[in-house]
């Protein structure tokens, strides 16, 4: 059984673990109605900022306000934000339905800049690099995104309480490392069997987190990292996960991260521009 977030038929948005037990939550408005949302980045930056997000992703919100866009994105096995320095023109929120397509306008564009502007989310969305412009539709069902303020309720409760607890899950070892030996994990899942289920471990009194994945007879794989800055119990804690753990670890920044963690519970990590969680596996 796999940990994960999901809404009820009635429409009451609710956070279910593991069976153990459900409440509702507020359902938080997605985003402010504006005029116009506008916003100028590098064009580089943003195809980099976009290609940092799962390659599967179909659409996108993103929020714009101050001098940063942001996007959340929340499905069964993980919760991503990450943020990014912008020219925020008018802030609001930018709806994209065909991401693909966005890549392939920005991959091609050869202007320093990009501009996206939309008068709603449900209006057509208007990009201009150079003198090449890309309108496409858009809708209010962001499907990556329908999830996250749900999630965030939880992520910014754990960050409340000091990374002490997350939902029900108490969160008992906190360390800082490097995540370079993580993101590279992504591209070695190929080298066990697909089924196998990873298992993260920490040892403060060690100053050691650790990742196995496999089996003695048809391959495992192995991550040893040292920790600095630990706090939490001089025993091994320890969840276990299924295949999605490596290519989730891949939308870590490279650089270095604040981990938060328990026994049987779910990853927290924390960096400057992006907060991840990866859920459990259940049962494990």
């Known amino acids: 059984m796999i940990v994960g977030w999901f809404a009820s038929n009635e429409g009451e948005v609710l956070l279910r673990w593991q069976g153990c037990f459900s409440f509702p939550l507020p359902s938080p408005s997605y985003y402010e109605v504006i005029d116009m949302c506008k916003i100028e980045l590098n064009t580089k930056t943003l195809a980099t900022f976009i290609a940092s997000f799962p390659k599967t992703l179909k659409d996108m919100r993103i929020m714009a306000a101050g001098a ?31 991401l693909d397509k966005v890549t392939k306008f920005l991959k091609a564009a050869k202007g320093d800049t990009v501009v996206l502007r939309q008068t709603s989310p449900t209006k057509p969305l208007h990009i201009e690099s150079g003198s090449n412009k890309l309108q496409l539709p858009s809708s209010d069902d962001i499907e990556s995104a329908n999830k996250a303020p749900i999630v965030r309720n939880i992520v910014e409760a754990c960050a409340n309480s000091g990374y002490s607890s997350f939902g029900e899950y108490e969160l008992s070892a906190h360390a800082t490392l490097m995540t370079t030996d993580l993101i590279a994990l992504g591209g070695m899942k190929s080298l066990i069997a697909k089924d196998s289920q990873y298992k993260a471990r920490i040892h403060c009194g060690e100053g050691e987190f650790g990742i196995v994945a496999g089996k003695a007879s048809s391959g495992r794989i192995f991550s040893s990292i040292e920790v600095i800055d630990s706090d939490g119990p001089s025993a091994t804690v320890q969840s276990h996960f299924g295949e999605w753990l490596p290519e989730c670890l891949a939308y870590l920044d490279d650089e270095g991260t604040r981990l938060h963690m328990g026994d049987n519970a779910p990853l927290v990590f924390e960096q400057n521009h992006t907060t991840l969680v990866i859920v459990q596996e259940a049962d494990a």
Do not use: D, F, N, W
């Open 68 to 98: 940063r866009i942001a996007v959340e994105v929340a499905y069964a096995h993980y919760y991503v934000r990450k943020s990014e320095p912008a020219t925020v023109h008018q802030e609001g929120a930018l709806h994209i339905t065909a």
